[in-house]
């Protein structure tokens, strides 16, 4: 086996095998190659979407459209968007870049949707914690404002009954 075969064989398992969904276009925008992940993320088959137009495969196909306007001025074409597809929907952030050649270009579907899921619930425990915190504090001032409360009827009390405790004494000294 030589050198090539071997490089063919571990980029075929490392593309079979990578988590992310991968797919690439050629400038017709047919769809050339998908992988595994690819076909699990969008409930597809290989035979489904091979060949077919990236719009048959995508409802929203306009970052290839991007890429292909950007390659043909010129300009780099690695870069990200986030789109929402798939079955059940799902949030991803795609890659888009040229391969080799600038007829043909790639996308890696990374899935967020746990990320972004996660994210949400942190942000409600955060809300919730802020939430419980303010009610407390809240709870606290009401009570120290009844205790302030009391204290002061009950040292005007205490004050008006040693002020009258005075003048009886005051009366039997005179």
Not at 87 to 104: A, G, I, Q
Not at 126 to 134: H, L, N
Request: charged content about 30%; glycine content about 4%.
């Amino acid at each position: 086996m030589s050198g090539i075969e071997t490089n063919k064989s571990i980029w075929e398992k490392l593309w079979d095998y990578d988590p992310n969904g991968v797919l690439a276009v050629d400038a017709d925008r047919r769809v050339l190659l998908v992988n595994r992940a690819f076909c699990e993320l969008f409930s597809v088959t290989r035979g489904e979407v091979l060949g077919k137009h990236i719009t048959e495969v995508l409802d929203d196909a306009s970052m290839f459209e991007q890429t292909f306007d950007r390659l043909k001025r010129g300009v780099d074409t690695t870069w990200s968007k986030e789109l929402r597809a798939g079955n059940p929907p799902r949030v991803f952030e795609l890659r888009l870049f040229k391969m080799d050649s600038p007829t043909v270009v790639a996308c890696i579907f990374i899935d967020m949707t746990e990320r972004r899921r996660s994210a949400e619930e942190l942000r409600n425990v955060r809300d919730e914690a802020v939430s419980q915190v303010g009610a407390v504090v809240d709870k606290h001032m009401k009570v120290a404002q009844e205790i302030a409360s009391l204290l002061g009827e009950t040292t005007a009390e205490t004050k008006v009954s040693l002020i009258k405790l005075m003048e009886t004494l005051r009366r039997e000294i005179d």
